[in-house]
């Protein structure tokens, strides 16, 4: 059975290894290794978590199925001050992709909208990832681009979607 919990900053560590499962399945073709291993320490490691997690208003979720972990998500209520949710991480592990369980994910980042009476999900997803056809086929809407530049001259290239909720 498969089940979704809220996550604490005990599960940093599960979702830091489900991390560094994930991404070089994900983006080993899109970005130079050097660039995937500075990411993944910027975006996960212990510190960057709990600020997300203490000082940014990121909630996290864990998805798992017969207590092995399949892959999590982190969301920010009212982004940017509007009745937004922002979906700023999902990864799930390249085994546990394509059954549905990232649907389920975002399905529950969903309820947790209406819940606050929030209008929408937005998100950025990498141009050349693959997750893109799934985010259309889910509901969203690309509604522009954005290039982010970090450190060493690296460059986040991203479509910017939204998913109306009614």
């Known amino acids: 059975m498969i089940e979704i919990s809220e996550a604490s900053a005990s599960d940093f560590k599960t979702i830091r290894e489900i991390a560094y499962k994930t991404w070089p399945d994900t983006y080993g073709e899109i970005i130079s290794k050097v660039q995937l291993n500075y990411m993944l320490e910027k975006f996960y490691s212990e510190v960057s978590l709990i600020d ?97 530049e970090l450190d060493f001259g690296y460059l986040m290239e991203d479509f910017k979607m939204l998913k109306k909720l009614s």
């Open 52 to 148: 997300n997690f203490k000082n940014k208003n990121h909630f996290f979720l864990l998805v798992k199925e017969n207590n092995n972990n399949l892959g999590f998500a982190s969301y920010e209520p009212d982004y940017l001050g509007e009745k937004i949710i922002r979906l700023h991480k999902i990864y799930l592990l390249p085994e546990s992709q394509g059954k549905g369980v990232g649907k389920l994910l975002i399905s529950e980042i969903e309820k947790i909208a209406n819940q606050l009476n929030h209008h929408g999900i937005s998100l950025n997803v990498n141009r050349y990832n693959k997750a893109f056809d799934f985010y259309i086929k889910i509901g969203f809407e690309c509604i522009g681009e954005e290039d982010i």
